[in-house]
């Protein structure tokens, strides 16, 4: 493990300036490390040539003084984000050879502000998952191990795990994730990473392969939060080619991280501490209550009474949009075929072999919800139901600044832990979908370890648009909370 | 809310999926499960409640109808499982 790639975004920015180290030598130990840590099956494809061409154009720039916000420093895009000619696959069989012509408006920024790709991260099939096991391209492995037990293999959470995977054991220094449900949070809860959620039409969905369109969102996952708002910078602002993309003025978010939230009303949501939650977990929030209160901010009870119905909600929406965004996949215009006698044939046949289980099990879940007779009862039911939901976040903020919660219910679980049961796998996401839901930003933070030492994290969500809020509470509580618990293998 | 293995079907030939007849028997099971699930919403009141379409509180932007982009039919078609001057193929539809 080189120091070079121990180093965060914002120390690795300071060093480049400085000429202390050159973008070469820091991609150079990035690829190294990337291909030492292959049997944690991070990334779908290894892009080291773009990484070094891109690291040659930094030097230059820096030398220059015209050098991006995120120039030479090493990152991983998940393989959701369409990347010209690099085959873009959302860990999925029927995308298994599609090359994109064009590149998503995020990774496109990213580029323009110097960033270094050093590959495509896998990730849950289209993004459908909490534990990168529906990648066709085999499971994602968390760096992390149990005290207990190091030969079990944990899952890095999901849908973003190759993201969270490749972060935490120091391969990329930041990485981008997409959050729809929390895709982006989960996995950083499970990796000991930072993970970003914006606010809904803060970045650009524009050439990111949909899942659910009302609650798809990119966001940043990096190591420290300053890196993730350094990293937000960079990736948000309006694309008049997403037509969900706000126009609203971009705030200088790492400039937000003040240090100071005296004062600030932190909301805590009784509905988040159900009969049942692990005393651990429990002990986490309220440590992080603690260390808010100690910093000058004041804690307030808050209910948001309709979280309960939050997961059935999601699991109405969500695949509903997933079986209307995937009809595309028809093996006519791009991605594999499978041939039939007929057109309908070939159309049926390339979707049950280019599909796995749990992506043709939420086509069919939003087939059933919008079929006639049962679109008034399911679907528009939930999106109802969805405006209740979003109606007590936005009652709460009439009197909190932030509302704190833990992000997942438990740690990492081991690959082949989980009975085959989906509405157990979902009750991952119950702390993180209903922010989903109502479009909130959310940010997840390493600040504890379970009794197995594995990293757990609190969620911070903020008002729509209001990440500069978020950023800086996050700071104060990763300041206090000091977390420097390393994956195995990961020294500092 | 349980669904019999002949809705599944027909839910599989809405979806354009050729799913295998014993592939059907569990799926009925695990979406019998997940419409259980999702049953509880039942219980909420949403008398006077307008359904939440998107969370994006603006109005649907519009631009000039004007061609922005095009001309390069081949860059469109690269990805394409089979094509020919300028078409994608599929199999026969008319007779």
């Given amino acids: ?492 | 809310m349980s669904l019999d293995k002949n809705t599944v079907k027909k839910l599989a030939n809405l979806a354009r999926l050729d799913l295998p007849d014993d592939e059907l028997d569990h799926l009925a099971g695990e979406l019998s499960n997940i419409m259980t699930f999702v049953e509880q919403l039942g219980q909420v009141n949403t008398d006077g409640v307008a359904p939440m379409t998107s969370v994006a509180h603006m109005n649907l932007p519009r631009r000039a109808d004007e061609v922005t982009d095009g001309g390069y039919p081949e860059r469109v078609l690269a990805n394409a499982p089979e094509a020919m001057d300028g078409f994608y193929l599929v199999p026969k539809v008319v007779e």
Avoid at chain 1, 167 to 191: K, L, N, W, Y
Avoid at chain 1, 431 to 452: D, K, R, Y
Wanted: proline share 6%; glycine share 10%; with cysteine.
């Fill in chain 1, 1 to 492: 493990m080189s120091e070079l790639t121990n180093l965060t975004i914002a120390e690795a920015r300071a060093k480049l300036a400085k000429g202390e180290i050159s973008a070469v030598e820091l991609t150079e130990a990035h690829i190294l490390a990337m291909e030492a840590a292959r049997d944690l099956n991070a990334f779908v494809t290894e892009t080291p040539e773009i990484a070094m061409e891109r690291a040659s154009e930094a030097d230059v720039a820096l030398k220059k003084g015209e050098a991006g916000i995120l120039a030479g420093i090493p990152l991983g895009i998940k393989d959701l984000f369409c990347t010209e000619g690099v085959r873009t696959t959302a860990s999925s069989k029927i995308l298994c050879n599609f090359i994109p012509p064009y590149e998503s408006t995020v990774s496109s920024n990213l580029k323009k502000a110097g960033a270094v790709m050093l590959g495509k991260t896998s990730l849950d099939e289209f993004a459908m998952g909490s534990s990168n096991m529906t990648s066709a391209f085999g499971p994602v492995i968390s760096p992390w191990k149990r005290k207990s037990n190091s030969n079990v293999q944990l899952v890095p959470g999901g849908s973003s795990g190759g993201s969270a995977s490749a972060v935490s054991a120091r391969i990329a220094m930041g990485a981008t994730g997409t959050d729809t449900g929390g895709s982006i949070r989960q996995p950083a809860s499970f990796c000991g990473i930072v993970g970003l959620k914006p606010t809904y039409g803060r970045c650009s969905r524009w050439g990111v392969v949909a899942f659910a369109s009302s609650l798809d969102q990119a966001g940043p996952m990096t190591r420290s939060v300053k890196d993730a708002a350094l990293m937000l910078q960079a990736m948000a602002g309006h694309d008049p080619k997403d037509s969900t993309s706000a126009n609203v003025p971009l705030p200088d978010f790492a400039a937000a991280m003040t240090g100071d939230i005296r004062g600030l009303k932190v909301g805590i949501p009784r509905e988040y501490r159900p009969d049942g939650l692990s005393p651990e977990i429990q002990k986490l929030w309220d440590d992080g209550i603690e260390m808010l209160k100690a910093a000058g901010a004041a804690p307030v009870e808050i209910s948001l009474p309709h979280t309960k119905y939050a997961l059935a909600t999601y699991y109405i929406v969500a695949p509903a949009e997933c079986s209307s965004n995937l009809a595309r996949y028809d093996g006519v215009r791009y991605g594999m075929r499978v041939e039939g006698k007929t057109l309908d044939e070939l159309y049926a046949k390339t979707r049950a072999e280019g599909f796995g289980r749990e992506v043709r099990r939420r086509i069919l879940i939003g087939t059933y919800v919008l079929s006639a007779g049962y679109y008034d009862a399911y679907y528009t039911k939930a999106q109802k139901v969805r405006a209740l939901i979003a109606e007590d976040f936005r009652k709460a903020y009439e009197t909190v600044d932030v509302i704190l919660t833990p992000t997942c219910p438990s740690a990492a679980f081991g690959l082949g832990e989980t009975d085959d049961d989906p509405v157990t796998m979902w009750l991952n996401d119950v702390f993180t979908v209903p922010a989903s839901l109502a479009g909130l930003p959310g940010i997840s933070l390493p600040t504890g370890l379970s009794s197995e030492g594995l990293p757990l994290g609190l969620q911070l969500l903020g008002r729509p648009f209001d990440e500069e809020t978020v950023l800086r509470v996050a700071g104060v509580l990763e300041s206090a909370a000091d977390f420097k618990a390393t994956p195995t293998g990961v020294e500092i």
